[in-house]
């Protein structure tokens, strides 16, 4: 059975540990720390990360939908 993992989405008030700008990839470390990292970061550092992490949840994907959807563009 797969474990259930208590994992709650990533919110508007989660930083990125690096600038303080909204967070949209968490990576889990083998020691349990958790790291989050805004979607600039979160590509600048994904080789390292991808060599020390255990787990890296990618939002990234709800910026372009929340992107898209945003009315900036509608004049
Ligand atoms: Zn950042």
Redesign the pocket.
Known sequence: MVSTLSVRPLVAEDR??????Q?YVRVTMESGLELL??????R?YEPRLREVAVSIEDETQRLSETRASAPLDER
Do not use: E, P, V
Request: charged letters at 15%; aromatic letters at 8%; one cysteine or more.
């Open positions: 990125c540990d690096r600038c303080g700008a967070a990292f805004c979607a600039h970061h979160a600048t």
